[in-house]
Structure formats: structure tokens, C-alpha cells
């Protein structure tokens, strides 16, 4: 059975950095996508950005603002099952949880943030002002 766990998140102040990580487990199939999701208070889930198993291409948001785009980078180690996501500079804005989903794939697609599978539970990340 497909695992995801997120770590990573916490409480840190306007200007921090965090590294989420996102363990996958629990499959033997190469060919899949994952992204990362926020959920703030309030608000409905968004996606941030994802990454393709085979390739290592990313993708992020279309609609996200430059000033976002330059605090998130996203990242992968095939060994070992792992997908981070980097973000710098964090702003209060930022707080949300957190969540990696996994999209297995029948043939080669575009990475996107839409029709995943599988959810982790969620790291909480909430940004001091």
C-alpha cells in the first residue's frame, strides 16, 4: 500500500527557511508524479508545485506570484523515495499545512497538480510574525 509521510514543517519566524520532506513507501512502480499542496486556515487547498519520478522535471503553479515562485524549490531522491520542498524566506502568508500526494502513471505525462491518489497526512507550518 502507498505511504506518504511529510516532515519537516514547525514553527519558525517571518524570514526562516524550512525544508519539508515527503517519504514515500509501500510501491514498487517508477513511473509517477508528486506534488506538494498548502492548505491555510480558511482557505481552500492549493497546489504548489511537483515533480516527475522519471525525468526529475518540475513543475510550479502557473498562477503563482514571482514572489513565491523564488522562495519554493522542489526536489527529489529516487533512491530513496524522498521529494522535498525548500522554502526560504517564509512569510506568516505561508502558514498552512502542508501535504505530498503521489499520481501514478500508465504513460508519459506532463507533471501536473491535478488527479493524484495518494495523501500524506500533513506537516503544519506556521510562520511567527
Known amino acids: 500500500e502507498v505511504q506518504l509521510v511529510e516532515s519537516g514543517g514547525g514553527l519558525v519566524q517571518t524570514g526562516g527557511s524550512l525544508r519539508l520532506s515527503c517519504a514515500a513507501s509501500g510501491f514498487t512502480f517508477d513511473n509517477y508524479h508528486v506534488g506538494w499542496f498548502r492548505q491555510a486556515p480558511g482557505k481552500e487547498r492549493e497546489g504548489i508545485s511537483c515533480?516527475?519520478?522519471?525525468?526529475?522535471?518540475?513543475?510550479?503553479?502557473?498562477s503563482m506570484p514571482d514572489s513565491m515562485r523564488r522562495r519554493f524549490t522542489i526536489s527529489s531522491d529516487n533512491t530513496k523515495k524522498l521529494v522535498y520542498l525548500q522554502i526560504n524566506n517564509l512569510q506568516p502568508e505561508d502558514t498552512a499545512v502542508y501535504y505530498c500526494?503521489?499520481?501514478?502513471?500508465?504513460?508519459?505525462?506532463?507533471?501536473?497538480?491535478?488527479?493524484?491518489?495518494?495523501w500524506g497526512q500533513g506537516t503544519q507550518v506556521t510562520v511567527s510574525s
Open positions: 500526494a503521489l499520481r501514478r502513471l500508465y504513460s508519459n505525462s506532463y507533471c501536473g497538480l491535478e488527479e493524484y491518489d495518494y
Open positions: 515533480i516527475s519520478s522519471r525525468d526529475g522535471v518540475t513543475y510550479y503553479k502557473d
